[in-house]
């Protein structure tokens, strides 16, 4: 299911990745709103745009910790969450150099064919519920 912009701030961010970046940043986009849609006690996701870049949170429960979607320093797309959480160092552990990780603060996919939709529902899980007890 595609899920419409409803921020005109975030869509216009998308539309500024060149063609390839945009089809990744798209599917991030999508499998973050899936994994929400499989996750009720996150609760309802906002999207809208921190330092620039397309947001995803919990803003109703506060269940979880903003992820982020935004282009790689050195190229490519990542997913980043806040540094200050073990997020993204849980998920280089469950899975050891499955993935291009840029230290404690994200995932780097340098195209769509990089994304394991498996594999990272784990993470965004994880980002929505950061603040629940674990189960």
């Known amino acids: 299911m595609t899920h419409p912009f409803l921020n005109a701030h975030v869509a216009a961010v998308f539309e500024g990745f060149s063609p390839e970046d945009k089809a ?7 499998l973050i709103f899936e994994v929400a849609q499989d996750t009720p006690e996150a609760g309802a996701i906002e999207e809208t745009l921190k330092w620039g870049q397309p947001s995803y949170l919990t803003a109703q429960t506060k269940a979880g910790s903003t992820l982020r979607i935004g282009q790689a320093k050195g190229g490519g797309v990542a997913i980043f969450a806040h540094c200050g959480t073990s997020i993204i160092r849980s998920y280089a552990e469950a899975f050891p150099d499955a993935d291009e990780i840029e230290g404690n603060r994200a ?3 340098k195209s769509r064919a ?3 939709p498996d594999r990272l529902r784990h993470l965004i899980r994880h980002g929505l519920t950061y603040h629940l007890p674990a189960r």
Do not use: H, P, Q
């Open 24 to 30: 990744t940043a798209l599917a991030l986009r999508a």
């Open 107 to 109: 995932v780097i996919f």
């Open 114 to 116: 990089d994304i394991a």
